[in-house]
C-alpha cells in the first residue's frame, strides 16, 4: 500500500456530499468539511507568523473545530498540537512552549487552566475561518502535521512528532483491513489529542470515506446509546473503556445494536470477551503507541490475548544481555513458567519504522534509537508459534533481589480472582533489597479478606516467590490518565504512605495482616 498524505485523504471527500462528521444533533457532509477546513486554513494563514514553527495548540474535547482544525493544518502546512486538558499550570505551559505553539485556541471552560500566564490564549468559540477558502499547500507523506504528546505515565509527556503519512498510512491501512467503506460510521470516544483517537478513529474514518460520529468526552453509559443513535459500526478505544461499559447494568436487547467492529489496545481481556457476546459486535485488541516503530501481523488463528507476530524484522531482545529471548514455556493450565528467560524489550531491528521522533528532545530521540534499532520500552515474551503477549513498560519492570521481574504477568494473575476488578504491580524502594513488589487492587464491592487473598496467590502454579507483592493496596479506584493509563509513578511515589489499607506479607510465607497504620508510623 502507498503512504497517502492527510491532505490527499480530504481532497478524495471534497465532492462527496454525505455525512461525514456528526456531533451531537449536527451534520456536515465530507464536502462541507473539506471546505470549512480550507477556510480555517485560511484564518490559520493570517492568524501565524511566518519566520516561526507554524504551530498552533488545541485545548478541548471532541469538538468540531478540532476535526476542521486538523484538516485545516494539512490544507495550510502547519501543525497542530493536541494539549491535554487534565494537565494544569506550569505542566500545561510546559508543554505549550515545548511544541512552540504560537497560540493556543481553547475551549472556553479550559481557559482558566492557563490564566496568569504569559501565554497567547485565544477563545476557540470566537475564532472563526476566513471567508474564503485557500488551495492546499503540497505535502508530502514526511511533513509534520500533528505534535501529539505522550501519556506521560513515566515522566513529563514528550511530544511525539507525527508527519502525514503516520496519520494518513494507519487510516487507511485499518479501512482497508476491515473492509469499511462510505457505509459506515466510525464512533471516536477517545480524547483527540491522543493518538489513537487520530490514528485508529477520525483517519479511519476519513481513509474509508464513513461517517466520523465525534463525542464530546467517553461515557460508558452514553456509549449504547449514541451507537444507535449514530448508527455506529465501528469504534476505536484505549485501555479501560469497554470494561466501563461492560460494567454498566445489562439489558436484554444490548446486542441489538449495529455496531460490527471495535479496535483498540491495553484492554483487558475477560472483559473484552465479555463485551463481544454482550453486545454481539467483534473486538480487536492490538499493539499500539503514538510513537509507533514496531507493528503486528494479527491472522485468524491468533490466540486470545494476543498481539499477532511481529511483523519484519521486530524482536524480543533480553534487557541485559540484548539477546533474542527463547520462547515462552506454560504449564499444563496455560501459564507462563520461565518469564525471567522468556521477557524481554520489543525491539525493531531494522530501524524506525513509522517513529519520526521527538519534538526538541534529542536526548529522548537517542534513547529511542540505538545502534540503528528502535527500542520500544515494552516488554513482551513469545510462544513457540510466534505468537507475542503483552508484558508491560520497560518502566514497570521490577528488579527483585537481582532479577528482572516483568509486571504485566503478575497483574494477569491476580485479575484472576473472581473479586478483583483492576490491579497494578509497581516497585517501592528498599534500602536493603532494592525494588519490593507492591499491588494497588480494586474489587467490585465484595469484601476481601487478607487471609483469602493470601491462601488464593498460593495456589497460583505460576506466581514465582520473586513475583509475590510484599505489600497490597486496597483501593476504591486506580489513578489514571486521560486515556485511562495507570498512573504507576503516583502508586510507587505513595508507596505505603496512602489513605487506603495496606497489608503486609510478613517473611517468605505467603500470608497477609492489615499493616497500614503501622507501616506509616514506621515511615513517619
Request: aromatic fraction near 8%; charge should be negative.
Amino acid at each position: 500500500m502507498s503512504v497517502p498524505t492527510v491532505t490527499e485523504l480530504l481532497l478524495a471527500r471534497a465532492g462527496d456530499e454525505r455525512p461525514g462528521l456528526r456531533f451531537e444533533d449536527e451534520t456536515w457532509s465530507w464536502a462541507e468539511h473539506v471546505r470549512t477546513s480550507a477556510r480555517w486554513a485560511g484564518r490559520l494563514r493570517e492568524a501565524l507568523r511566518p519566520g516561526e514553527p507554524p504551530h498552533v495548540g488545541i485545548l478541548a474535547d471532541n469538538v468540531p473545530q478540532f476535526s476542521f482544525l486538523l484538516g485545516a493544518c494539512a490544507f495550510a502546512g502547519a501543525v497542530l498540537v493536541g494539549l491535554n486538558p487534565t494537565r494544569r499550570g506550569a505542566a500545561l505551559a510546559r508543554d505549550v512552549r515545548l511544541a512552540d505553539c504560537q497560540f493556543v485556541l481553547a475551549e472556553a471552560k479550559y481557559r482558566p487552566l492557563l490564566a496568569g500566564l504569559d501565554l497567547d490564549m485565544r477563545d476557540l468559540a470566537a475564532w472563526t475561518p476566513a471567508d474564503d477558502p485557500i488551495e492546499p499547500v503540497p505535502a508530502t507523506a514526511d511533513d509534520l502535521l500533528m505534535l501529539i504528546f505522550t501519556s506521560g505515565t513515566s515522566g513529563d509527556p514528550k511530544a511525539v512528532r507525527c508527519t502525514h503519512g503516520k496519520i494518513a498510512f494507519p487510516g487507511a491501512m485499518l479501512a482497508e483491513r476491515f473492509r469499511l467503506s462510505t457505509s459506515d460510521t466510525v464512533y471516536v470516544t477517545m480524547p483527540m489529542f491522543h493518538s489513537n483517537a487520530v490514528m485508529a478513529g477520525w483517519a479511519v474514518g476519513l481513509a474509508a470515506g464513513a461517517g466520523i460520529a465525534l463525542r464530546r468526552r467517553f461515557s460508558a453509559s452514553g456509549f449504547l446509546p449514541d451507537v444507535r443513535k449514530f448508527g455506529a459500526t465501528y469504534a476505536n478505544y484505549v485501555g479501560k473503556p469497554l470494561s466501563y461499559v461492560v460494567a454498566t447494568p445489562p439489558r436484554p436487547d444490548d446486542a441489538d445494536n449495529p455496531l460490527r467492529l471495535v479496535y483498540g489496545n491495553e484492554g483487558a481481556s475477560a472483559d473484552l470477551a465479555a463485551f463481544e457476546n454482550r453486545f454481539g459486535c467483534k473486538v480487536v485488541d492490538a499493539f499500539g503507541s503514538t510513537e509507533g516503530g514496531v507493528g503486528f501481523a494479527r491472522t485468524d488463528d491468533t490466540p486470545p490475548g494476543s498481539l499477532g507476530r511481529p511483523a519484519g524484522d521486530v524482536a524480543i531482545l533480553h534487557p541485559d544481555t540484548g539477546r533474542p529471548c527463547p520462547p515462552a514455556e506454560f504449564d499444563a493450565d496455560g501459564h507462563l513458567v520461565n518469564a525471567a528467560d522468556a521477557v524481554g524489550e520489543l525491539v525493531n531491528t531494522a530501524g524506525a519504522g513509522w517513529f519520526a521522533g521527538y519534538y526538541r528532545d534529542p536526548a529522548a530521540d537517542a534513547e529511542r534509537l540505538r545502534d540503528g534499532r528502535f527500542h520500544t520500552g515494552d516488554l513482551a515474551y513469545a510462544d513457540a508459534e510466534g505468537f507475542c503477549y503483552f508484558a508491560g513498560r520497560l518502566g514497570d519492570w521490577l528488579r527483585v533481589d537481582g532479577e528482572n521481574l516483568g509486571t504485566a504477568p503478575i497483574e494477569r494473575i491476580l485479575l484472576r480472582h473472581p473479586a478483583i476488578t483492576d490491579a497494578a504491580v509497581y516497585a517501592v524502594p528498599d534500602p536493603v533489597t532494592g525494588d519490593q513488589v507492591m499491588a494497588a487492587i480494586v474489587t467490585d464491592g465484595r469484601p476481601l479478606d487478607p487471609a483469602e487473598f493470601g491462601r488464593f496467590l498460593a495456589g497460583q502454579d505460576d506466581l514465582g516467590p520473586k513475583q509475590v507483592p510484599r505489600y497490597v493496596r486496597t483501593a476504591r479506584e486506580l489513578p489514571r490518565t486521560s486515556t485511562f493509563k495507570v498512573l504507576k509513578r503516583q502508586l510507587s511515589a505513595e508507596g505505603v504512605e496512602c489513605a487506603d489499607v495496606i497489608w503486609e506479607r510478613d517473611g517468605k510465607a505467603i500470608a497477609y495482616t492489615e499493616a497500614g497504620s503501622r507501616l506509616r508510623a514506621t515511615k513517619a
